[in-house]
């Protein structure tokens, strides 16, 4: 009887000590419970205030997004208004430059008959550069005999003027000799009248009056 009381009284404590363990590791626990709930309330409320931020500036961002977004329309609709305007410019340009292919097609035709032409002139150019050596040549040689023929121009010319010396004082000799020859023929005629006169006196003039 003892021994089954014992043993009971043994159980009886084991379950006491069991129990006040369970009641001591239940209350360490619901301790250790309330604090991680206190602090996942914590990060929670940390978490939506985070949220909240991050939702105030997602709005804010969809709100310049929208914002974008009109004036991208915009600018989309200002685009595709210049992509037609760039288009009709595009057509015009091509035109303009199938147009100045043309020209440019003509302008190397119009360059290679020049060229052409160019090697032409070239030639006659050495050709007339040729004859103007040969024709300087022949100016210097006639420049030279122009000088000679100066020269003798210029002593025929002092001859010339030494026979007009001459000639104006033959000139001057003759003029004399005329005078003297005048004066000798009055001198005559009158030497004649007076021999006419003497001969008048006689009745039978002498041969001399013949």
């Given amino acids: 009887m003892s021994l089954i009381g014992r043993s009971i009284n043994l159980a009886l404590a084991l379950l006491v000590c069991v129990s006040v363990a369970g009641t001591a590791g239940a209350t360490l626990f619901y301790q250790e419970s309330v604090d991680e709930l206190d602090t996942e309330n914590s990060q929670l409320r940390e978490r939506n205030e985070r949220l909240r931020q991050d939702l105030q500036s997602t709005r ?3 709100q310049e997004t929208r914002q974008r977004l009109r004036e ?3 600018s989309l609709s ?3 208004s210049d992509v037609n305007q760039v288009s009709e410019n595009l ?3 091509e035109g303009q430059l199938e147009s100045t292919e043309e020209e440019l097609a003509s302008t190397r035709q119009n360059l290679r008959a020049a060229q052409q032409r160019a090697e032409e002139l070239q030639g006659e150019v050495r050709t007339l550069e040729s004859r103007t050596d040969r024709l300087r040549s022949e100016v210097n040689s006639l420049e030279s005999t122009n000088r000679d023929l100066r020269e003798e121009r210029d002593q025929l010319q002092a001859d ?3 026979l007009n010396d001459e000639v104006s004082e033959l000139e001057t000799q003759l003029e004399s000799r005329n005078d003297r020859i005048q004066q000798l023929q009055r001198e005559n005629d009158r030497l004649r009248s007076d021999l006419d006169a003497v001969c008048a006196e006689f009745d039978d003039p002498p041969p ?3």
């Fill in 78 to 80: 200002t685009t595709r």
């Fill in 60 to 62: 804010t961002d969809l």
């Fill in 160 to 162: 010339v003027d030494d």
């Fill in 91 to 93: 057509e015009e340009t």
């Fill in 72 to 74: 991208l329309n915009e």
């Fill in 208 to 210: 001399e009056c013949s």
